[in-house]
Each structure stands twice: as structure tokens, then as C-alpha cells.
Nanobody, 116 residues
Framework: VQLQASGGGLVQPGGSLRLSCTAS????????MGWYRQAPGKQRELAVF???????HYADSVKGRFTISRDNAKNTVYLQMRSLQPEDTAVYYC???????????WGQGTQVTVSS
């Protein structure tokens, strides 16, 4: 499975961005897709994921501001981020969890910077 992420950038506090992540390869083996983020000097943390069935999970820090969705026809998940704050500044990594044993799949990181 290969994951291609896009959509990061620089935005002012209170602004919005949308990230995209497209999966290719053995996509039938994917159970969930989501986004982790890693701020400077901090550990990578889960931000949000969505299951094959459409169930979602949000970290408390993004709940109410971020929305994950998926387009199964395009094998793509989207992360709509609103009311962005400087503490949301991080490298965002697309993640896919396999259905069976094995390691997660990761996309390349995309930088999100929230600054005035």
C-alpha cells in the first residue's frame, strides 16, 4: 500500500486547510485510515481516523474543529481542518492500518504551519 498526502501549507490562526491522502496498491487490506501529527520536539500523536464502515475517532484536541471523510471511489480520505491554532502546527502523516497482522502504512508528511 502506498499513501500519497497533500494539502499542507501556511495559514493564519482561525483559518482552514484541507489535507488529502490517496491510497494505492493493496487497498483491500486497509482497515482504517487517518492522520497522525508530530509537532516540533513532541511525539507523534493520533489526530483522527476513519474505519471502513465510516466510524470516526477524533483526539480531544481536534474534536469539533477537524472533520475526516472518505471517498471510496477515489481511495482517498480528506481532513478538513477549521479554526486552526498555532498549536496545530505540525507535520501531518497519513496512516493506514492493515486488516491483518503487519505494520501500519505511512505516507510522507505534509507540513501544516499556523502563524500570523
Amino acid at each position: 500500500v502506498q499513501l500519497q498526502a497533500s494539502g499542507g501549507g501556511l495559514v493564519q490562526p482561525g483559518g482552514s486547510l484541507r489535507l488529502s491522502c490517496t491510497a494505492s496498491g493493496s487497498i483491500f487490506s486497509i482497515k482504517t485510515m487517518g492522520w497522525y501529527r508530530q509537532a516540533p520536539g513532541k511525539q507523534r500523536e493520533l489526530a483522527v481516523f476513519i474505519t471502513n464502515g465510516g466510524s470516526t475517532h477524533y483526539a480531544d484536541s481536534v474534536k469539533g474543529r477537524f472533520t475526516i471523510s472518505r471517498d471510496n471511489a477515489k481511495n482517498t480520505v480528506y481532513l478538513q481542518m477549521r479554526s486552526l491554532q498555532p498549536e496545530d502546527t505540525a507535520v501531518y502523516y497519513c496512516n493506514a492500518e492493515p486488516t491483518g497482522l503487519g505494520s501500519d502504512y505511512w505516507g510522507q508528511g505534509t507540513q501544516v504551519t499556523v502563524s500570523s
